[in-house]
């Protein structure tokens, strides 16, 4: 199957944008547009065909079965990816700038079946696909030398969250928040068993991967910033209103102040901040007083091998009230393939989203909540850190202080590979998770379940692949003794193109 394409969050109703590529065509005087706004379509569509079937033998009911399943992905961008909108060639004199960073129109379509019927009205849902927008970062604003006048934006808003529990599989456990995933009216194929296979995080909810996140952006009706930007400093005063100046009856307002400071090579300095005026008076519920600041310093050793340790803080105060909270994070990341090298992984995520590496993050509340995870993720091939070792480890640890007199959790889960001839690649898996209650993601039983595999991956030949795998887990009781789960024998076989 051709990997789908990685799609940044967020999307942009059509209405806003034509009036982007319109103005492109009616106003080029006013600016320059990039090389992506010279539209071309359906250049780089692609299709993907897959066809599997399972076999599988359960040890202890002496059951066996086969499962068939075949399916067929199109990826069509009508435009694809680039930078589109208007950027002036000069700034001593005002002008314009309407920007979409990285942005596309793109159609996906999936047809699917399973079993043994494989017709064409079998492969059809008889549904369309709508066409989406994704992009990177979008704002419009009027600019003149260093400073401007924002009208629009989705990088200058009215949120505080500059930390929280940081992993390189952050990506993939925010899945919901790609629209391929979580809406149905366009979901990609086998969307449950490609994206965030592992269910990561492994804690659930049990583990408080951001404690405060001050977000305001549905409780405006709009929003206008003033700024200033240069190469080391930039920096933005913003205002927003609950409510329309018809509907604004409690005149509900908010004020906010954005800062970016570069003082030397690879270290940023950030900050945002904003106050409320009369919110307590709407649905919010709460007048805020927030700011956030975070700290980042990238120390490339090589081109190759990078370290990066964070820090950030976040606060939230209702003025009102007097109620305030606080999160202190910090960790480090360290990337063994330069910077921006992202990859995908078939046990973990088919979308190229993960950086390769390790990080080690943590974060503490004012009530002594206190989080730590530790991530590692390496492909097995020539390029690995270890020619042809590789492999990935989720470690989570919670609520360690045991705060609000809740017990803490741990959960690991590991898988170590190496590559054989560049064609076969046997590994070994294990994890340790707490048993969640029925129906929660926060409340555990206190036993514990203890999973195991190994298995070798083979692609003996070009678009073929074979898995065959022994998997079992036992589940430990918390009142003693063990209880014997899945033991499963598999063989997948798959042709993908």
Same mark, same amino acid.
């Given at each position: ?6 799609? *940044? ?7 806003? /944008? ?19 706004? &010279? =539209?071309? +379509? ?16 359960? /040890? ?20 694809? *990816? ?9 700034? #001593? ?20 079946? !399973? ?15 709508? $066409? ?12 003149? +030398? ?74 405006? !009706? ?11 400093? #930039? ?5 927003? #209103? ?6 604004? @009856? ?31 008076? @709407? ?18 050793? !090589? ?29 480090? $990341? ?17 979308? &190229? ?20 995870? =530790? ?17 990935? =480890?989720?470690? &989570? ?25 560049? *064609? ?15 129906? !929660?993601?926060?409340? /555990?039983?206190?036993?514990?379940? =203890? ?13 073929f692949s074979a898995d065959l795998r022994y998997e079992m887990?036992? *589940? ?22």
């Amino acid at each position: 199957m051709v990997k789908p394409l990685v799609f *940044k969050r967020g999307a942009l109703l059509l209405l806003v /944008v034509a009036p982007v590529f319109m103005a492109q065509t009616l106003y080029g005087q006013t600016g320059t547009p990039e090389a992506g706004s &010279e =539209l071309t +379509t359906g250049k780089s569509a692609t299709l993907g065909v897959e066809a599997t079937t399972a076999f599988v033998w359960d /040890v202890d009911n002496n059951t066996t079965g086969l499962q068939t399943k075949a399916g067929i992905e199109l990826i069509f961008p009508l435009f694809p *990816k680039a930078d589109r909108g208007l950027y002036p060639d000069d700034y #001593s004199e005002p002008a314009a700038r309407l920007a979409l960073k990285n942005a596309a129109f793109t159609w996906w379509n999936t047809y699917e079946t !399973s079993g043994g019927n494989y017709e064409q009205d079998n492969f059809n849902r008889w549904t369309a696909r709508p $066409l989406i927008l994704s992009f990177d970062s979008f704002y419009a604003d009027v600019v003149w +030398t260093h400073y401007f006048v924002r009208v629009a934006s989705s990088t200058t808003i009215m949120q505080t969250d500059m930390t929280s529990l940081f992993s390189i599989f952050d990506d993939v456990m925010d899945v919901n928040d790609r629209w391929y995933y979580s809406r149905s009216a366009t979901r990609a194929l086998w969307h449950k068993e490609r994206y965030n296979i592992q269910d990561l995080p492994l804690l659930k909810e049990k583990i408080v991967r951001d404690y405060v996140d001050a977000d305001f952006r549905t409780a405006i !009706s709009g929003i206008l910033a003033f700024g200033v930007e240069f190469d080391w400093f #930039s920096a933005a005063l913003k205002t927003a #209103s609950y409510k329309s100046g018809l509907e604004n @009856t409690e005149n509900a307002w908010l004020i906010g102040l954005d800062a970016e400071i570069v003082p030397m090579e690879d270290f940023r300095i950030a900050l945002t901040s904003l106050a409320g005026f009369n919110y307590q008076t @709407t649905s919010v519920g709460r007048n805020p007083l927030d700011f956030g600041l975070s700290l980042e310093y990238r120390l490339p050793l !090589s081109d190759r091998y990078i370290v990066t340790p964070k820090l950030g803080f976040d606060f939230a105060m209702d003025t009102e009230s007097g109620d305030s909270e606080w999160e202190l994070g910090a960790g480090v $990341l360290f990337h063994t393939r330069g910077y921006d090298f992202m990859a995908s992984s078939r046990i973990l995520d088919w979308d &190229e989203i993960i950086p390769v590496g390790a990080s080690a993050f943590m974060n503490l509340n004012q009530d002594n909540g206190f989080n730590a995870m =530790l991530s590692w993720f390496e492909p097995a091939g020539p390029e690995a850190m270890l020619p042809n070792f590789g492999g990935f =480890l989720q470690l &989570e640890l919670a609520n360690l202080l045991e705060a609000n007199n809740t017990k803490s959790a741990f959960g690991v889960l590991a898988q170590f590979e190496y590559m054989i001839a560049g *064609k076969f690649t046997p590994y070994i898996r294990g994890g340790y998770t707490p048993e969640f209650a029925s129906g !929660s993601n926060s409340l /555990v039983t206190g036993n514990y379940l =203890l999973r195991a595999a190994v298995g070798c991956f083979m692609t003996p030949i070009h678009f073929f692949s074979a898995d065959l795998r022994y998997e079992m887990d036992t *589940k430990l009781l918390d009142a003693g003794g063990t209880e014997t789960g899945r033991n499963l024998l598999s063989l997948v076989l798959t042709i993908r193109m």
